[in-house]
Structures are given as structure tokens and as C-alpha cells.
């Protein structure tokens, strides 16, 4: 057997050379003389050919994958506003929040807004489907929710004046980066 472009080849029973798999089994190749794979790691490319998939990024991405969990919340039957709960649930706290920061209620209205992500967090966890509320992976939205919500609602009731949550360490912090 010699090897001839990156493939085995062998002489079949008229003499000619025959590429050869590493199973040796013939590869069959199409009329532009390139490989047809047809084995279960095959995938078929932007012009419908199949071709062999690695678990390598690919250097150029033609398009964009939907995230996990981002189908409808609803059946297609609903009217759009139904399918879509999630993400219209979230966006209905965070602009009852800013609507009481505007009225100068801010430490409710904030804290509000941090809840609304925390919920946005527990929904992408729970719901298999959450709409437009899934933008990455599951695991990507969860930390970025509710690590923005807790963060909000730290910071809401540690305000001043009169805090909720006073941090002895913060305090301690700020005079010894703030010596006068």
C-alpha cells in the first residue's frame, strides 16, 4: 500500500489505485473528485454536501446557532405577547423599577430591578423554553442574571442614607484609600 494525498491507497483487481479508508473500506469520492463521507461524524455544509465535522471553531461561521432554550414559551397558536412571557415579565419589573427610581422612590425601585434579573435567572433555569429571555447557553444566562441582580440589590440597600446592609470591611476600606 502506498500513500498517495493524505489517504492509503490500494490496486484494485484491474490494477488501478483506489483510495482507501482507515477501515479499508474503498472512499467513495464524488465527480470533482473530492470525498464523500458518509460515516455518523458527517454533517452536511452550507451547499448540502456532507462533510467530516471536527470539534474545532470553524474560521469563518456562515451563521448563528439559536441559544439553548430559545424557542417559543408558547405554542405558535398564542398571540405573540403570549409566547414571549419571560423576557416581558422580566422587562415589566425592570420598568416598574425605573419608573419608582424616576419618582424618587429609588431604593425600592432598584431593588425591584435586581429582583427582576434574580426571577430572569430562575426562570432560564426552570423553563425549558424561555423565548427571547435565553440569549446564550443556559449556564452563560443564569450567572449573567444573577450575578447583575444580586449586585443591584447589594448595592440598593447598602445607600445611603440609611443603609439596610452595612459592610464593616467596605467602611474600613474607603478610610484607608481616603485619608485627608
Excluded at 13 to 20: K, L, Q, R, T, W
Excluded at 118 to 128: F, I, K, Y
Amino acid at each position: 500500500m502506498a500513500e498517495a494525498s493524505g489517504s492509503p491507497v490500494a490496486e484494485d483487481a484491474s490494477g488501478g489505485s483506489v483510495a482507501v479508508a482507515a477501515s479499508g473500506s474503498p472512499v467513495e469520492r464524488d465527480a470533482h473528485g473530492e470525498p464523500v463521507v458518509l460515516d455518523a461524524v458527517s454533517a452536511p455544509d452550507a451547499d448540502g454536501k456532507p462533510r467530516r465535522t471536527t470539534r474545532r471553531f470553524p474560521s469563518f461561521t456562515r451563521d448563528t446557532a439559536r441559544p439553548e432554550g430559545g424557542g417559543r414559551a408558547a405554542s405558535s397558536d398564542a398571540p405573540a405577547p403570549a409566547r414571549q412571557w419571560p423576557i416581558l415579565t422580566v422587562l415589566t419589573a425592570v420598568g416598574l423599577g425605573l419608573l419608582l427610581t424616576a419618582l424618587d422612590v429609588v431604593r425600592f425601585g432598584t431593588i425591584l430591578i435586581g429582583v427582576a434579573l434574580l426571577a430572569g435567572a430562575a426562570m432560564r433555569w426552570v423553563l425549558p423554553d424561555v423565548g427571547m429571555l435565553a440569549v446564550r447557553s443556559r449556564f452563560t444566562d443564569m450567572v449573567t442574571y444573577g450575578v447583575l441582580g444580586v449586585a443591584i440589590v447589594l448595592l440598593a440597600m447598602m445607600a445611603q442614607p440609611h443603609p439596610l446592609l452595612e459592610i464593616p470591611f467596605l467602611d474600613d476600606t474607603l478610610h484607608f484609600t481616603i485619608r485627608t
